[in-house]
């Protein structure tokens, strides 16, 4: 069956333009979460959605960090104003919901700021 | 803070070996432990987990142990196998349901 899809793979971006990305989630998973993984660093939580309770916002490094989720399906992480700190890979998980904690990962999206 | 630590950067090991992989956490509230695999250019692929009310589980040649008291888990893979080549990620999940990863153990077997 079809994982987790994620786009685009790559985007370069020049400083202060805005960017979105975008997860497709697997099919049925009601919980959907949002990571960056920074050069050498290890995987750091920026958003989570479940179902249609409020995300949970909390790893959100500044305001120019936003995401939506539309039909409790889709998902988009928008980067307003990008600055250079925040390249990295932005990968997306998703998973069955609250007591199922195995999460599936798509592919990532590559993230340079020029 | 780091709450999920993984203190090896890397791993070097021969085909047919074991090999260990080590993660230490400071958050007694985390209640599920789960190891993910890395290939370069791709996402994180789910390896094998364990409940914090077990204190081992295997799954083939993979065998994470747990140990509460000193906040420890482990992976084990026997026999190593060069596929095996990957950086591993230890996470952990307490109630909020969000994962909390350490930074990575590069592994690397070789023939």
């Known amino acids: 069956g079809a994982g987790v899809s994620q786009s685009p793979s790559n985007k370069v971006t020049e400083k202060g333009k805005d960017v979105e990305l975008r997860c497709d989630p697997i099919?049925?998973?009601?919980?959907l979460y949002w990571y960056r993984q920074s050069l050498g660093q290890g995987l750091e939580f920026l958003i989570y959605?479940?179902?249609?309770?409020?995300?949970?916002k909390s790893g959100l490094p500044s305001d120019r960090f936003s995401a939506e989720r539309t039909g409790g399906s889709v998902s988009t992480l928008t980067i307003q104003r990008t600055q250079q700190e925040d390249s990295a890979v932005y990968l997306c998980?998703?998973?069955?919901?609250?007591?199922?904690?195995?999460?599936?990962f798509g592919p990532g999206t590559r993230l340079l700021v020029l | 803070d780091q709450q999920v630590k993984q203190n090896s950067p890397s791993l070097s090991v021969q085909e047919g070996r074991i090999s260990i992989l080590n993660c230490d956490y400071t958050n007694s509230m985390f209640d599920y432990f789960l190891w993910y695999k890395k290939y370069p250019a791709e996402g994180p692929t789910f390896l094998i987990s364990?409940?914090?009310?077990?204190d081992k589980n295997e799954d083939g040649r993979f065998t994470v142990f747990l140990n509460k008291s000193a906040k420890h888990l482990s992976l084990h893979i026997v026999p190593s196998q060069p596929g095996d080549s990957a950086v591993y990620f230890c996470a952990a999940k307490d109630n909020t349901d969000k994962l909390i990863f350490g930074t990575g153990t590069r592994l690397q077997v070789f023939p």
């Open positions: 998980a998703s998973s069955l919901g609250r007591g199922q904690e195995t999460q599936y």
């Open positions: 099919s049925g998973h009601t919980a």
């Open positions: 959605f479940q179902g249609n309770s409020a995300p949970d």
């Open positions: 364990i409940s914090s009310i077990k």
